[in-house]
């Protein structure tokens, strides 16, 4: 599954993603420089004016193309190689402990003060804020909230842990980075792009399918959420159930998080994710490369989730929260109620410093797979379509927003969307339930959608 959360800046898109479970959650932030003629709040796309440049190159003769190429391609991977191995040799050399997790994976735990983030020029002299400014769990109490908490504990629902801490921790003054494996960084098209998404690219359909609702999609993604929009929004919250999806080829990734080409396996993971461009030139998910400044020594981004939910055992969940230190700027992520993992500083959007002007939850499925025939049979959630009676789906519940208040309220005006309904659907129960709750996903290829 994946869950995710996003926010829209003013006149600039933010997406935040908050990986709550096999991606989708998702969490990210994207910043996009798009121009936006006008958000409709039923079922169609923000309007976008974008320009694509394309360069063709074309050779005349064959046997050129054929030796340039190899000798390229010789150099070209030596030198990959060597920078792969000189990053990574970079990220072990500050490690004072290493654990070696059941799983596979490797967390080295590295002094804060070494961590990638302050491989940004920008952060040399950078001051690390140790603990946001503001009490993140202000909320306001009622009738129905008291509840809705109580309903919660009755249903046994249980956090998730991450499987590395069953063999160590990383001990004060570090903080847990999971391992790059060689391997899995040489399979993207360059070392600097390792850990990037593909470009976001929107286009609008010459002919509206009777499968979709979108008028502008992006490229190769499909999405499945709720929005709320209309206030200066400083932070969004919710309880995500976690799955592990599946994933159809490696070049795809569902955000609950399963990302094969970043990861290297078919795990549920948490993640984050941040970019300042649409993923052009900037961004990456967790910590591999700068951006990301992270105080935690209990969380590793990138790692392992477990226990995840199945259909007929005990739902297990994560709870995520987005939210801005509105004395310092700093967009803090915290996991789980009280671990406060770390922030991005505002010197990475230019328009981040203000506020979002609206906060989504639900998933995406990247494939080039997407929006044609055959589609693509990566899930979202866990596979099956909403499910309310029993919850045998995807879905956000407790979901809050954070306005100029301070104070965490239920978003009074939503608006749910599915890109192609019939391959991920959407529903908002708000009737006869103490809580507002959002169950989204799908299968992908199915009879209705071939």
Known sequence: MRGQLHLF?????IYISLCFQFLPSDIHIYEHTHTTQHTQRMGKRVGLNLLTRMAFIVFGMTFIVLIS??????????HKFLKAKRKLDHLKKHAVKSIKSEDGDIIDCIDIYKQPAFDDPALRNHTIQMTPNLDSRMEATTTIEKKSRKREKEAQIITTSQIWQRNGSCPKGTIPVRRIRKRDMLRADSIEVYGRKKPGVWHRPTQLDANKNSYLQQINRSTAILLTEGYRYLGGKGDIKVWNPQVESDDEYSTSQVNPSVYGDRQTRFFVYWTADASKETGCFDLTCPGFVQTSNEIALGAAIYPVSTSRGVPYQITIFIFKDTYTDNWWVQYGEKINIGYWPPH???SLGYA?????WGGEVYSSKVGVHPHTATAMGNGKFPDYIFGDSGWVKRMRIRDNSIILKHPEWVTKFSDEYDCYDVLYVEDYVDDPEFYYGGPGKNPKCP
């Open 9 to 13: 800046m003013t006149r600039v898109f």
């Open 69 to 78: 190429g190899v000798l390229a391609g010789e150099t070209t991977t030596a």
């Open 348 to 350: 990475l959007f230019r």
């Open 356 to 360: 979002a002007e609206a906060v989504e």
